[in-house]
């Protein structure tokens, strides 16, 4: 196969010689195939605008179809040849690097529109063909009346040579003549077709107005009607035609004859049916595809009073896994093979089930009783499922994650009620899936919000909506601040203030933790240096230590030794004035190429703290290969000493603890400290330094120079 043209003008030149060799064999025209390149290539290159548009506009399909009957290429194969051309070379040669699935389906739409305008632009040629042969009927009737034997001859050569179908009737319905054409199109003799009354060519499909339009015509109230209407032919089949019937006066302006002008547009109506049917379902399994689903819905969301919908939004459970093992050829038949079972389930009046893409499929229920069909419709699409699915010789198990709305028409609208259902379907999803659930409005505004929150985060960031507010560090034994711990906070334009646990999972996810993370670092660090410059640097124990935490993204990062080096060489602040606290969960497991960081860090001076100890099931002994100078000790183990004396059990618990931390040569530090009886049990218990409500809450940076002059004139 040869390469495909580099530029896209040359792909566009390509695409537009392919199709200009393929209609000019049955173009009536007098240019060359050169020529007809030509006239072409403008049409091509809307198309290829339009099929990589952000915003699809399928005029460009209108305007191409109307340049081919300009450019004289009116016969069908025509029009067959081009859309076969667009199918199957537009998307190759004019679709870039876009999606290729929205490409077919924005090609598909292009080639309905280009039939539209085909037809249209056709349709108007055939109407100035009408009127010049109206008006050449007319002329020949009058020169019948008179016997001018060369109006006759030129009437006879318009009336026996034209393209469409030609009828002339007397006012009671008696066929009178017909050309060849007319007889063509029903397959008839002339003596059949003149046998047969027009009153008797009724047609099921026939609109009400039809026969009225007739009815006023012969009277004489009308003098021509343009309708679309169908007609049976002998062997029963159906003839589909733009009919106009006018209305022939004699010179006295009586109403004498009806001229009937037919064209034959049955194989441009199945062509549009089938266009509009592709344009609609999934090429894949066959179901509706997201736009007809979107038409289904919107349309029982519009319904009256009493009305209700029921959706039931499905996605398939590690349905990647059979992509990345077997391969997508494989993962497609999985999906027909799902589409069929789910066809099964929604057959009901109101039912129907379609593909939104990917694996995710979405069955809707309509009528005033949804409350309790949805949940059967559910029922029944887990329990299809159940059964395994054969693949190349396996049997895989298909499991699925529904998310149910229901409710009344008219409240909500179809993208609300889709956004709804995904994010219920992704809640049964984290709830480990193969289940599913209802959804709750005040889930969904927690899932708006988040969402709301996670695409706000860059920009907050950037216009400095974020602060850090400031606990002490506490040392258990002369009650003296020997630090602080950092803690970000977000001071949100709508929702005000919101602690770490509201945004930094979200900024975990994004990624954006690691540039929020080297700014609490800097904006920390400062602060550090700032009380050092402020309180001189004179306490006998030594500077003000910085505790700033650090997140699983952020260990991995290939900068954090670099920037936190930056960041103190910048400020002037000594390595043993930070400390960095890593969670106990985050280096569970750890290899040495996550330790290796850290390890740097110890080595310059930087002290690590075990945070959340106690709360990761690690293994003890893994304490001695990891670079940590401080355990952190959880809340948890603070809860039982509110009162005074404590559990003997949990005092043990934690004076092990203290006592292998003091072995290995770690400080021991504990958070949650609210009461004077829980800071006494804890300083006999050994620990070094604490930090709770019982001292001080975060606050500002100003506080702790307080409680540290505080401590000063004690």
Request: proline share 5%; aromatic share 6%.
């Amino acid at each position: 196969m040869s390469a495909q043209p580099d530029g896209p003008e040359d792909r566009l030149r390509r695409f537009t010689t392919i199709w200009s060799r393929a209609v000019f064999p049955v173009t009536s025209t007098s240019s060359t195939r050169a020529e007809l390149e030509e006239q072409l290539l403008p049409a091509a290159q809307r198309l290829s605008e339009a099929l990589t548009a952000r915003v699809f506009d399928p005029e460009a399909g209108r305007a191409a179809g109307a340049a081919l009957v300009e450019a004289h290429c009116t016969d069908p194969d025509a029009l067959t040849r081009t859309l076969d051309c667009l199918d199957s070379y537009l998307v190759l040669y004019c679709g870039g690097d876009g999606d290729r699935e929205d490409l077919r389906a924005r090609c598909a739409r292009l080639q309905h529109a280009l039939a539209a305008g085909f037809a249209e632009a056709l349709r108007r040629r055939t109407l100035a063909e009408q009127e010049a042969i109206a008006q050449a009927a007319l002329r020949a009737q009058g020169v019948v009346a008179q016997a001018l034997h060369a109006t006759e001859a030129r009437f006879r050569a318009v009336f026996e040579g034209a393209a469409i179908g030609i009828g002339i009737a007397d006012l009671e319905g008696n066929v009178l003549q017909v050309n060849g054409a007319l007889l063509r199109m029903f397959g008839q003799s002339e003596q059949a077709l003149r046998s047969r009354s027009i009153l008797q060519w009724t047609h099921p499909d026939d609109a009400p107005q039809v026969w009225k339009l007739y009815e006023e015509l012969v009277r004489g109230e009308r003098d021509h009607y343009h309708v679309e209407k169908a007609f049976y032919r002998p062997d029963g089949t159906v003839l589909w035609t733009n009919l106009t019937v006018s209305l022939l006066r004699d010179a006295d302006g009586n109403p004498q004859y009806q001229l009937a002008l037919m064209e034959d547009t049955t194989e441009r109506r199945l062509l549009n049916l089938r266009l509009r049917y592709e344009a609609t379902h999934d090429a894949l399994t066959g179901l509706p595809n997201r736009t007809f689903f979107f038409e289904r819905l919107e349309k029982a969301l519009a319904a009256g009073e009493g009305q209700r919908f029921g959706l039931c939004y499905l996605d398939l459970d590690g349905f990647k896994t059979v992509n990345d093992s077997l391969g997508h050829a494989a993962g497609d038949r999985l999906l027909v093979e799902v589409a069929d079972r789910l066809q099964s389930c929604a057959t009901a009046p109101g039912e129907m089930v379609a593909r939104l893409g990917g694996d995710e499929f979405v069955a809707l229920t309509t009528g005033p009783d949804t409350r309790r069909k949805v949940d059967e419709l559910a029922a029944r699409i887990m329990n299809v499922l159940l059964a395994p699915i054969s693949i190349d010789g396996r049997e895989l198990t298909v499991r699925g994650s529904i998310g149910i709305v229901e409710g009344p028409a008219g409240e909500r609208s179809a993208a609300e009620v889709l956004r709804s259902a995904d994010i219920t379907m992704y809640r049964a999803k984290s709830a480990g899936g193969n289940r599913f659930e209802v959804a709750d409005p005040e889930a969904d505004a927690r899932a708006i919000t988040r969402h709301g929150l996670t695409t706000a985060l860059p920009a907050a960031l950037e216009r400095g909506e974020f602060f850090i507010e400031y606990q002490p560090l506490v040392h258990l034994g002369d009650g003296s601040v020997r630090g602080a711990e950092a803690l970000v906070r977000w001071l949100h334009p709508q929702h005000g203030v919101l602690s770490p646990d509201r945004f930094i999972p979200l900024a975990e996810h994004t990624g954006l933790i690691v540039p929020l993370g080297r700014w609490v670092l800097e904006q920390s660090v400062r602060q550090a240096r700032a009380w050092q410059e402020r309180n001189g640097g004179t306490e006998a124990t030594g500077p003000l230590r910085i505790n700033v935490n650090l997140s699983p993204c952020q260990l991995t990062h290939p900068g954090l030794v670099q920037d936190t080096v930056e960041i103190l060489e910048r400020t002037g602040v000594e390595p043993s004035a930070l400390c960095l606290e890593v969670t106990e969960s985050a280096l569970i497991g750890a290899d040495d190429d996550l330790l290796k960081p850290l390890r740097r860090l110890a080595e310059m001076g930087v002290d690590i703290a075990l945070d959340d100890f106690g709360t990761g099931y690690s293994n003890l002994a893994n304490l001695r290969r990891l670079p940590v100078s401080v355990l952190k000790l959880d809340r948890s183990f603070t809860q039982s000493m509110q009162q005074f004396p404590a559990d003997p059990v949990d005092l043990k618990i934690v004076e092990g603890i203290v006592s292998l931390a003091h072995s290995l040569d770690l400080a021991v530090t504990v958070e949650g400290v609210e009461t004077g009886a829980q800071a006494e049990q804890l300083r006999i218990l050994g620990c070094d330094t604490a930090q709770g409500w019982y001292y001080a809450r975060p606050g500002p940076p100003e506080r702790l120079h307080e409680l540290t002059l505080a401590d000063a004139t004690s």
